[in-house]
């Protein structure tokens, strides 16, 4: 089991930061107490094939048991990997930030919000100088802080992280209400008024080969896989975790069907995780 124990200054990224291990699919708590670490790490080995990895978001915000932290992290060393990343911001971004969202700050210094970060500053220096990482966000975009733990981390297949859903569906029974792209392939030939594949469905050969034989059908596979080759990578870049494309004929049996699992197809060749799902193949 591996541990990662976040903390640093307050408003330096660490919500955006545990949204990255969320996403990853780690175990994360936010504002974790660090009296209680042993005992989640016992509960924790009970099941560990479940809760593998483990994040820990732990802060000024538990007030004076900040300082119970590092000695907390040592013992955890003792019997699992543990990485303590501490994420720092310069003090006029902390104000900036302050000042845009309209919080308070947790230690609420009576001298005012600039006292408060410096008095945050100073209680959490031994920490920041036994880290294993460094992160200054100061200037960081969300984007670039998830690149700086992808190389803390090794992970170099970001597609490996973004999910793709290719759903195909029939019009007559409703369009996805979580579709974020729709296309509609009711303007090809339909192997419904086929009678031998009227019964059949996208999956099987025949059906595919009859969707497929038409130069306008073929002609459509190749746009829709050149422009999905265009917008995926705009989605990822821009920190989307998940796309669902939508892909509908009239009942969702045939057409549809065979565009999506083209589709997937080409979209895993490309290296994406991608989840075929044919919501109306069975009605």
């Given at each position: 089991m591996d541990f990662t124990i976040l903390t640093g200054m307050s408003g330096s990224g660490k919500t955006q930061a545990i949204h990255f291990f969320e996403d990853l699919?780690?175990?994360?708590?936010?504002?974790?107490?660090?009296?209680?670490i042993p005992m989640l790490a016992n509960m924790l080995a009970?099941?560990?094939?479940?809760?593998?990895?483990?994040?820990?978001?732990?802060?000024?915000?538990?007030?004076?048991m900040i300082n119970e932290l590092l000695g907390q992290v040592e013992?955890?060393?003792?019997?699992?990997?543990?990485?303590?990343i501490f994420l720092d911001t310069?003090?006029?971004?902390?104000?900036?930030?302050?000042?845009?969202?309209?919080?308070?700050?947790p230690l609420?210094?009576?001298?005012?919000?600039?006292?408060?970060?410096?008095?945050?500053?100073?209680?959490?220096?031994?920490?920041?100088?036994?880290?294993?990482?460094?992160?200054?966000?100061?200037?960081?975009?969300?984007?670039?802080?998830?690149e700086r733990f992808m190389?803390?981390?090794?992970?170099?297949?970001?597609?490996?992280?973004?999910?793709?859903?290719?759903?195909?569906?029939?019009?007559?029974?409703?369009?996805?209400?979580?579709?974020?792209?729709?296309?509609?392939v009711r303007c090809f030939p339909n192997p419904?008024?086929?009678?031998?594949?009227?019964?059949?469905?996208?999956?099987?050969?025949?059906?595919?080969d009859y969707v497929m034989k038409f130069p306008t059908s073929q002609m459509f596979f190749e746009k829709l896989k050149d422009m999905m080759g265009f917008l995926v990578p705009l989605y990822v870049e821009e920190g989307r975790r998940s796309l669902v494309i939508a892909i509908g004929c009239t009942g969702g049996h045939h057409r549809s069907v065979t565009m999506a699992n083209k589709l997937a197809e080409a979209l895993s060749e490309s290296g994406y995780t991608v989840d075929t799902v044919h919501r109306d193949i069975r009605i």
């Amino acid at each position: 089991m591996d541990f990662t124990i976040l903390t640093g200054m307050s408003g330096s990224g660490k919500t955006q930061a545990i949204h990255f291990f969320e996403d990853l699919g780690y175990f994360c708590i936010d504002n974790m107490p660090p009296a209680l670490i042993p005992m989640l790490a016992n509960m924790l080995a009970t099941v560990k094939d479940k809760f593998r990895n483990v994040a820990l978001v732990i802060d000024i915000r538990v007030g004076d048991m900040i300082n119970e932290l590092l000695g907390q992290v040592e013992e955890l060393r003792e019997t699992y990997n543990v990485r303590l990343i501490f994420l720092d911001t310069n003090d006029n971004t902390l104000v900036s930030r302050y000042k845009e969202t309209r919080r308070n700050h947790p230690l609420n210094n009576p001298d005012g919000l600039l006292a408060s970060i410096q008095e945050e500053r100073r209680m959490l220096f031994k920490l920041r100088e036994s880290a294993d990482y460094v992160i200054d966000t100061s200037y960081m975009t969300n984007n670039q802080l998830r690149e700086r733990f992808m190389d803390i981390y090794n992970l170099t297949a970001v597609n490996s992280m973004f999910e793709i859903k290719v759903l195909s569906f029939g019009f007559k029974h409703g369009i996805p209400t979580d579709a974020d792209l729709v296309f509609d392939v009711r303007c090809f030939p339909n192997p419904f008024y086929e009678p031998e594949l009227k019964h059949k469905t996208g999956n099987d050969r025949e059906v595919q080969d009859y969707v497929m034989k038409f130069p306008t059908s073929q002609m459509f596979f190749e746009k829709l896989k050149d422009m999905m080759g265009f917008l995926v990578p705009l989605y990822v870049e821009e920190g989307r975790r998940s796309l669902v494309i939508a892909i509908g004929c009239t009942g969702g049996h045939h057409r549809s069907v065979t565009m999506a699992n083209k589709l997937a197809e080409a979209l895993s060749e490309s290296g994406y995780t991608v989840d075929t799902v044919h919501r109306d193949i069975r009605i």
